[in-house]
């Protein structure tokens, strides 16, 4: 059983829903990043997920395009990533990290490379915005030979027979975008959510986590008690910014946030 499964096991089990952050790596600063990770754990994280930076991140809304402007002024790699999880593991070997990022920097490294890699550090599932399922075949046969988990993107759009296809190559999890448009956009209608979970567990019992359009302890609520899974991201992004000055106090203003979210989450 992947760590990924078995955290969502364990949550099942105490009867409560997955709670997982979205940072850039290596903004501000790298030496921000694992600090960072151990403090998201503290306050209630139970998967992290860890952007890749990349230079045309065009699935993401302001807030997190400037997250991975300021990453790459530090020069911030893929294999830099990958060592912030290996940084990370030397301390925390039960936390399940999910590299989300965009297909390019994969490439270049190469599927099997990557995997390997990503093997290696210690990274538990990866998401690539910009890779479809029906281009995905190389790329899962190398995630799957090294216990990586494939984790696709649902859209409000995604009709039967897409959501047949995606939930089939995906596991772990798979990650509900529940607006139409970019991250950090528009706000968040929760029946309208709750109706399209209910399509797509029509098709598949994979754990589903929900994301887009969630601010606050209050939506963070709302949205666990109809889903799997709550990704927050844009939230704590636009804190990093706010605190980008200060780097020293991102861990614990973003510790605050989160442990807000957790205790609305638990408290139904």
Same mark, same amino acid.
């Given at each position: 059983?992947?760590r990924?499964?078995?955290? %969502? &096991?364990?949550?099942r089990a105490?009867?409560r #829903?997955a709670?997982?952050?979205? +940072?850039?790596a290596?903004?501000p600063?790298?030496?921000?990043?694992?600090?960072?990770?151990?403090?998201?754990?503290?306050?209630? &994280? =139970?998967?992290?997920?860890?952007g890749?930076? %990349?230079?045309?991140?065009?699935a993401?809304?302001?807030?997190?395009?400037?997250?991975h402007?300021? &990453?790459?002024?530090?020069?911030?790699?893929?294999r830099?990533?990958?060592?912030m999880?290996?940084? %990370? @593991?030397?301390?925390?070997?039960?936390? *399940?990290?999910?590299?989300m990022?965009?297909?390019? *920097?994969?490439?270049?490294?190469?599927?099997?490379?990557?995997a390997?890699?990503?093997?290696a &550090?210690?990274?538990?599932?990866?998401?690539?915005?910009?890779? *479809?399922?029906?281009?995905?075949?190389? %790329?899962?046969?190398?995630?799957?030979?090294?216990?990586? =988990?494939?984790?696709?993107?649902?859209a409000?759009?995604?009709?039967q027979a897409?959501?047949?296809?995606?939930?089939?190559?995906?596991s772990?999890? +798979?990650?509900?975008?529940?607006? #139409?448009?970019?991250t950090g956009?528009?706000?968040?209608? +929760?029946?309208?959510?709750?109706? #399209?979970?209910?399509e797509? @567990?029509?098709?598949?019992?994979?754990?589903?986590?929900?994301g887009?359009?969630?601010? =606050?302890?209050?939506?963070?609520a709302?949205v666990a008690r109809?889903?799997?899974?709550?990704?927050?991201?844009?939230a704590?992004?636009?804190?990093?910014?706010?605190?980008?000055?200060?780097?020293?106090k991102?861990?614990?203003?973003?510790g605050? +946030?989160l442990n807000?979210?957790?205790?609305?989450? =638990?408290?139904?």
């Open positions: 059983m992947s990924i499964a078995a955290r %969502f &096991a364990e949550l105490a009867g #829903k709670l997982i952050p979205y +940072v850039t290596g903004d600063n790298p030496e921000v990043t694992v600090p960072l990770m151990h403090a998201l754990v503290d306050a209630g &994280a =139970d998967i992290i997920e860890l890749v930076p %990349f230079s045309d991140p065009m993401d809304g302001t807030v997190i395009q400037q997250a402007e300021r &990453a790459l002024v530090h020069n911030v790699s893929l830099d990533v990958l060592g999880v290996r940084e %990370f @593991r030397q301390t925390n070997v039960s936390t *399940p990290v999910v590299l990022g965009y297909l390019n *920097p994969v490439e270049i490294m190469g599927y099997t490379e990557f390997k890699a990503a093997q &550090a210690g990274v538990d599932g990866a998401l690539t915005v910009d890779m *479809p399922p029906e281009e995905s075949h190389d %790329f899962l046969v190398a995630l799957r030979e090294y216990g990586i =988990d494939p984790i696709f993107l649902l409000p759009t995604s009709h897409r959501i047949r296809k995606i939930t089939g190559a995906a772990g999890f +798979v990650y509900y975008v529940s607006l #139409k448009g970019v956009a528009a706000t968040l209608d +929760v029946s309208a959510v709750a109706a #399209k979970l209910d797509i @567990r029509a098709e598949t019992d994979i754990p589903i986590g929900v887009f359009g969630i601010s =606050d302890a209050a939506s963070a709302a109809i889903a799997d899974a709550v990704v927050v991201g844009s704590l992004v636009r804190r990093i910014g706010e605190n980008a000055g200060t780097p020293e991102i861990p614990a203003t973003l605050s +946030v807000e979210m957790r205790q609305a989450m =638990d408290a139904g």
